[in-house]
């Protein structure tokens, strides 16, 4: 990758945002939409950001603790936002939030958020160098210093967990 490709890329060069209406095909015996769909949704559009971000092929490496806030019900439209709130050498902490609407009545209630991480590979499938982050707005520049703090204690733990 050119050096100019490391320079400093702004957040809003890599959000992403995907929308899907919960079908049938999604709900579990309860009726509500099964976790795993919400999660492949999690998971399609912060590979969008982190793809951006890096201009390169990325992998997800982990997924944060997700709660789920509320359940979704079927007919009503999930939408998901995707922005890469902190770059390390080759690693990229995507925050996802998650929000479900009833098209009949507009009500819209966030329903899960969570962070994603994902290493750039390049061509050979190695780790490979991304741009750092460009925080821009005060917002931006919060999630990016707990992003930062959220890989410091990962490290952290993935030190204790391989002595």
């Known amino acids: 990758m050119a050096t100019q490709d490391l320079a400093p890329r702004p957040v809003s060069a890599s959000q992403a945002t995907m929308s899907e209406l919960m079908m049938p095909h999604h709900a579990n015996n309860l009726g509500n939409v099964f976790g795993g769909v919400i ?16 201009r390169r092929q990325c992998v997800t ?6 709660d789920f806030l509320q359940p979704i019900s079927l007919g009503e439209l999930v939408t998901a936002r ?8 080759t690693s990229m902490e995507v ?6 609407e009833n098209l009949v009545t507009g ?5 899960n958020s969570c962070y994603v991480t994902y290493v750039a590979i390049d061509e050979h499938g190695k780790p490979s160098p991304v741009p750092p982050v460009l925080p821009e707005t005060e917002e931006e520049r919060r999630r990016f210093r707990a992003g930062e703090e959220r890989r410091r204690r990962r490290l952290e733990e993935r030190k204790v967990a391989r002595p």
């Open 61 to 66: 490496v982990s997924v944060d603790r997700v």
């Open 107 to 111: 009500q819209r209630r966030h329903t």
């Open 95 to 100: 925050g996802v939030r998650i929000e479900a």
């Open 82 to 89: 995707a922005s890469v709130n902190y770059a390390g050498r």
């Open 39 to 54: 999660l492949s949704l999690v998971d399609r559009v912060a590979a969008v950001a982190a793809t951006r971000h890096a």
